[in-house]
Each structure stands twice: as structure tokens, then as C-alpha cells.
């Protein structure tokens, strides 16, 4: 196997008492997608800093296309692109101005500048709005112009640092599009997100990391494998109504609650139905609503942090503390993401 | 959209990213830095009201009532108004400089393979451009009320120039505040009590002398003082090289101070 055009290897982080990173590995092969999935101040965002030679880790190694990152910070600042969550463009240049701002510090040749400026206006759909400044662009338009910027020079590694928060669905799923363009071209990506939809459709493999530290790894398909083949959901009005049922169904497979909700993870969908059909009859329940589906990574995420809502309650204050490593926090920021 | 077989195809080419040019990357954070200045004339307009306010002022509301020895009080009071002008100016550096760090734009520009000290050279250079633009509307406002320097032309030049180069460094100084206040609301509530003791505890207004005599001490060594002192010689009356050398001696002092902390924390930030 080739060395991984990102690798991260037992980085460790503190920011005074507060253990941002404790330990986290990762790799991504060439031409890859990893997607780092989390909630904020899981240490996706300083894994993602390291790796892109803005912080440096406190232990461990970090390397992207064979060279560790902090022997040659330049060397790597030159063969990377970064799009950051707070689409950071000049609002007061154009679009095209903020491509020549980093093509001229990449130290193109100004030809070659103009060159992919042309192609990435075109590319992302900018073209008519090369010359407005973009602090009158639109939420969706200053993500593009900001993914564009990151590709002036065209480095072979991108990180995307959460690429679609507080963008409507209809841009986010225009940039998705995007981004898998990039894909197929070859290009190595790093993404971090706390949507689960993101990751499962971008995403070769998944790094769930949760408190700086990696809760979970694998494809989308083997993620949700642990789960069984198929979610039944069932629905009540109230949360007592959720409690009797998980006594009815404990039986026929694993049960996650959420408020008025209860997931069901089971293996032989149709029949597990019809028996969850059968318990919830016999003990008189009427649940609101009754589905199949097949399993998200919500429902992963549901189920990796579940564990959280059984233990003592901990503390609210999230970040602060550097010992919780199982929160119940995580059932609800898990379904923040949804 | 690009169909992928296009952009493999373009892949091909060679990319020709180079590495840090820190005079080359300087110009072009300048260059940037001037677009915003250009893009905002309501800042630039802002930051020159207030000052030519301030002429007005004390030319016909408190004119009267200051009475310095031996010299109109308008020429008594432009070198003042110059340095109180560029002094309240350089907030801007630092503001700016935070709000990049804010915005993000700083994490770009160091994902970059750029020279680390580009966005600080760059910032400050642009700032300096801005500056000869205020200076020279505030010497024109100044001859349209009645200064009218005794000096040669060379001369006053000269002093203009200083003013010049001490905004120059006071824009090192707070590019400081800014990279440690992180925020535009932080690094300006820093900044006023840096600048008003500066620049009303000297002699830009009133003369020294009229001050309580523990006041008089810091007030006229403090750097305002001295730069304000030396031009006044240079556009008026004529200076002594001593009062000159001061000047320079401050304004090298302060770069040669606040310029390297400013880098190193350019690096380290966050």
C-alpha cells in the first residue's frame, strides 16, 4: 500500500487544561475522501489545524504526502488547499480579485493565474459575478468563491473544514457536487462535518472522533453495519409511551430512545415488524407513527453515544473538561446534526 | 460544471507554485490592503472629518482663549493636528489586523507559501499610502484657514514627512494590540486609552509649560511631544538637530521594538 497522502499518527493537543486532542490517528490514501465526523469541540477543527501547518501539535506526527508537516511547513503549504467554515475571502475584493490575491501568493505566473481564475469562475458558476465584491454575494456563492480560492494553485491536497454549515440545503447539495468533481479529478480531501448525510455521501472512510479522541472508524457501509440491516422507528406522543415500548421490544433487537422516539436496529426487517407489530398491539400502544427505513449514521452516531444516557449524568459544561470521554451531551448534539 | 475528463486532462499541466517572496508577497498584501482602503472611502472620509473638526475647532472656538508666545495659534497648532491625526489613524492597523484574524483570513493567508511577515509589511506599507493621502488634505485644510509655514518648502517637507514616518511605526505598535486583542471591538477599546494621554498630554494643542509640573515630564519626553516639537520647528521657527534626532530616535525605537514582537506574534497566533 502507498503512503497515505494524509496521515495523522497519535497527534495530542492541549490548550491549558483542556485536552483537545488525546491521541488521535488517521490516514487518507491518494485520491481519497476521509471525513472527519464530530460535534464541535470534538477536535476535528485542530486535527484539521495541525495538519494544515497552522497549530502545532503538542506530541505525535503529522505528515501530508509523505513529509511531515511541521519539518517543512512551507513544502506543505505549497502542495495544500484549505477552505475553512468561515469562508475566509476578502469581502472587500471580488471574486476574481480574491483568486489573484492567492494565486499571486502562491506565486504563480500571472498567465497561469488568470488561467485558473477563468476556469474555477466558470467551474463554480461565478462567472457573472467575478467583478461584485463579495461581501454582496450570497451564503452559498461565499462558499464557492471560497472553495475556488483554494484551488488557485492547485494543490493535490485539499481540508475542508466543514464546508457546508449554515448553508441551505439546496447550496449544500450544489457543493457537494462540487466537491465530488474535485474527487474524481484525483485530488486527496480531509472534510470535517457534524452533518452525517455529508460524510456518508462524500466520504470513503469515516473517523467519528468525539472529545479528541477517535470513537469509531470505518466506511459508511461498515459503519452502519454494526447496527444491523434496518431501523424501525416508532413514534409516540409522549415519553411514557416510549418507555413501555422498550420493555414490548427490548427483545426483537437494540433500541435507542431520543425524547418521543424509539429506533429499533434489527436484521430481518419485514418480520421484525410484524412482531414489533404484534408487542405493541398486545400491550394496547399506540405509537403516532411506525417506519422502515434503512439505517443512517445518525442512527450510528445515535448508537456509538448512546451509551452516554445510561452513565451518571456528567456535567453540562462540554469542552471544559477533559475527562469525559462518554457524554450524554452526544445523544443531543447527534441529533443537532440531523 | 466541468466535465471531469477536462479538468484530468488540465491536471496534467504544470503547477507552478513557488515559494515566499517576502518583498514580493509584502506588495501584493499591500495591494490587497489598498483595494479595501478604496472600497471603504466612508473609513477614509471618517478618519479625515474628525481631524479637520479639530482644526476648525481650535483655530475658532478655543483659538481664542490659547495664547502661545511669540506665534499664530494656527501655526502653533497644525504640527499638532498632523500628529493627532496620524496617531488616531494607526487604530486602523491594528483594528484591520484583527478583523482578518476574525474573519479567517489570516488562517488562509498562513495555509499559504507565503513570507510570514507579508500581511504585517504589507498592512503597514498600505496604511502609510493611506496616510499620505490624509496628511495632504489636512496641509491643504490647514493653508485654507490661515497656516502659513516660516520655513522652506524643503523644510516643511520634511516635517511632513516625519509625520509620515512616525505613523509609520506607531502602525507596528498596533498592529501589536491587534494580533493580541484578536477582535475589532477589543483591539479599539485597547487602543483609546493608549492614545489619549499621548496625544492630549502633549504639546500637539497647548503648550507644555501650562501643564501641572508632574504632568510636564512625561509630557514633553513622551513621544507625541517630541515628534510634534520637531516638526513644529521644521514648519515654523526652525528646529534644532537635537529636536530632530529625538524625533528619528523615537520612531526608529519603535519599530526596532514592535516590529519583531509583532512578527513573532504573527507566527504564534492562534
Given at each position: 500500500m502507498p503512503a497515505p497522502a494524509i496521515l495523522a499518527e497519535d497527534l495530542v493537543k492541549t490548550f491549558g487544561d483542556v485536552e483537545a486532542l488525546k491521541g488521535v490517528s488517521f490516514g487518507a490514501p491518494t485520491g481519497t475522501v476521509l471525513g472527519l465526523l464530530g460535534p464541535n469541540g470534538a477536535g476535528k477543527t485542530t486535527a484539521l489545524r495541525i495538519l494544515t501547518t497552522l497549530l502545532r501539535p503538542d506530541r505525535g506526527r503529522a505528515e501530508v504526502l509523505g513529509v511531515d508537516v511541521t519539518v517543512d511547513p512551507v513544502g506543505t503549504r505549497m502542495s495544500i488547499g484549505l477552505a475553512g467554515q468561515n469562508a475566509a475571502v476578502d469581502a472587500n475584493l471580488s471574486g476574481r480579485e480574491n483568486l489573484r490575491l492567492v494565486g499571486r501568493l502562491t506565486h504563480l505566473p500571472s498567465a497561469e493565474i488568470k488561467r485558473r481564475s477563468d476556469a474555477l469562475l466558470e467551474q463554480?458558476?461565478?462567472?457573472?459575478?467575478?467583478?461584485?465584491?463579495?461581501?454582496?454575494?450570497?451564503?452559498?456563492?461565499?462558499?464557492?468563491?471560497?472553495?475556488?480560492?483554494?484551488?488557485?494553485?492547485?494543490?493535490?491536497?485539499?481540508?475542508?473544514?466543514?464546508?457546508?454549515?449554515?448553508l441551505d440545503p439546496r447550496s449544500r447539495t450544489d457543493l457537494w457536487g462540487t466537491i465530488e468533481d474535485l474527487v474524481a479529478d484525483g485530488t486527496t480531501v480531509l472534510l470535517t462535518t457534524q452533518y452525517l448525510e455529508e460524510a456518508d455521501r462524500l466520504a470513503d472512510r469515516i473517523v467519528v472522533i468525539d472529545h479528541g479522541a477517535v470513537i469509531a472508524e470505518g466506511t459508511a457501509t461498515e459503519l452502519k453495519g454494526r447496527l444491523g440491516n434496518t431501523v424501525i422507528e416508532v413514534g409516540f406522543g409522549d415519553a411514557a409511551g416510549v418507555a413501555r415500548a422498550t420493555e414490548q421490544l427490548a427483545r426483537l433487537g437494540a433500541i435507542s430512545t431520543d425524547g418521543h422516539q424509539l429506533r429499533l436496529s434489527v436484521t430481518n426487517g419485514a418480520a421484525a415488524m410484524l412482531a414489533a407489530v404484534r408487542a405493541l398491539d398486545a400491550a394496547d400502544l399506540q405509537p403516532l407513527t411506525l417506519a422502515l427505513r434503512e439505517p443512517t449514521l445518525d442512527d450510528v452516531f445515535l448508537s456509538?453515544?448512546?451509551?452516554?444516557?445510561?452513565?451518571?449524568?456528567?456535567?453540562?459544561?462540554?469542552?471544559?473538561?477533559?475527562?469525559?470521554?462518554r457524554r450524554g451531551r452526544r445523544t443531543k448534539t447527534g441529533m443537532a446534526s440531523t | 460544471m466541468t466535465a471531469p475528463s477536462a479538468t484530468i486532462a488540465a491536471r496534467a499541466s504544470v503547477v507552478h507554485v513557488g515559494r515566499p517572496r517576502w518583498f514580493g508577497d509584502a506588495l501584493t498584501i499591500a495591494w490587497r490592503n489598498v483595494l479595501n482602503i478604496r472600497r471603504n472611502p466612508e473609513l477614509?472620509?471618517?478618519?479625515?472629518?474628525?481631524?479637520?473638526?479639530?482644526?476648525?475647532?481650535?483655530?475658532?472656538?478655543?483659538?481664542?482663549?490659547?495664547?502661545?508666545?511669540?506665534?499664530?495659534?494656527?501655526?502653533?497648532l497644525m504640527p499638532g493636528i498632523f500628529v493627532q491625526t496620524v496617531v488616531f489613524g494607526s487604530l486602523t492597523t491594528g483594528v484591520g489586523l484583527?478583523?482578518?484574524l476574525q474573519t479567517g483570513l489570516i488562517d488562509r493567508f498562513r495555509s499559504l507559501p507565503m513570507a510570514r511577515s507579508a500581511v504585517l509589511v504589507g498592512?503597514?506599507?498600505?496604511?502609510?499610502?493611506?496616510?499620505?493621502?490624509?496628511?495632504?488634505?489636512?496641509?491643504?485644510?490647514?493653508?485654507?484657514?490661515?497656516?502659513?509655514?516660516?520655513?522652506?518648502?524643503?523644510?516643511?517637507?520634511?516635517?511632513?514627512?516625519?509625520?509620515?514616518?512616525?505613523?509609520?511605526?506607531?502602525?507596528?505598535?498596533?498592529?501589536?494590540?491587534?494580533?493580541?486583542a484578536r477582535n475589532s471591538e477589543t483591539a479599539q477599546a485597547i487602543s483609546f486609552p493608549i492614545m489619549a494621554p499621548l496625544v492630549f498630554a502633549?504639546?500637539?494643542?497647548?503648550?507644555?509649560?501650562?501643564?501641572?509640573?508632574?504632568?510636564?515630564?512625561?509630557?514633553?519626553?513622551?513621544?507625541?511631544?517630541?515628534?510634534?516639537?520637531?516638526?513644529?520647528?521644521?514648519?515654523?521657527?526652525?528646529?534644532?538637530?537635537?529636536?530632530?534626532?529625538a524625533a528619528v530616535a523615537w520612531i526608529v525605537g519603535i519599530v526596532a521594538v514592535c516590529a519583531p514582537i509583532a512578527v513573532r506574534k504573527y507566527r504564534q497566533v492562534v
Open positions: 463554480f458558476d461565478l462567472t457573472r459575478a467575478e467583478n461584485r465584491l463579495v461581501r454582496t454575494y450570497s451564503g452559498g456563492m461565499r462558499r464557492r468563491i471560497d472553495l475556488a480560492a483554494a484551488l488557485v494553485h492547485r494543490p493535490p491536497v485539499l481540508f475542508l473544514d466543514e464546508p457546508t454549515t449554515g456509538l453515544t448512546g451509551h452516554a444516557a445510561e452513565e451518571p449524568t456528567p456535567s453540562e459544561d462540554d469542552d471544559a473538561s477533559p475527562t469525559g470521554t | 477614509l472620509v471618517f478618519s479625515t472629518i474628525q481631524p479637520v473638526i479639530f482644526v476648525l475647532m481650535f483655530t475658532y472656538v478655543f483659538g481664542g482663549a490659547i495664547k502661545v508666545p511669540g506665534v499664530r495659534y494656527i501655526d502653533y484583527a478583523e482578518d498592512r503597514t506599507f498600505a496604511d502609510l499610502l493611506r496616510n499620505v493621502f490624509v496628511v495632504a488634505l489636512m496641509a491643504v485644510v490647514g493653508y485654507l484657514v490661515g497656516w502659513r509655514p516660516d520655513q522652506s518648502a524643503l523644510s516643511v517637507l520634511a516635517g511632513l514627512g516625519l509625520v509620515l514616518a512616525f505613523s509609520y511605526s506607531l502602525s507596528w505598535l498596533f498592529a501589536n494590540v491587534g494580533l493580541y502633549s504639546s500637539a494643542f497647548v503648550p507644555v509649560a501650562t501643564m501641572p509640573a508632574w504632568l510636564q515630564t512625561f509630557a514633553e519626553h513622551q513621544p507625541v511631544s517630541v515628534v510634534v516639537d520637531a516638526v513644529r520647528g521644521l514648519t515654523y521657527g526652525g528646529a534644532t538637530t537635537q529636536e530632530v534626532l
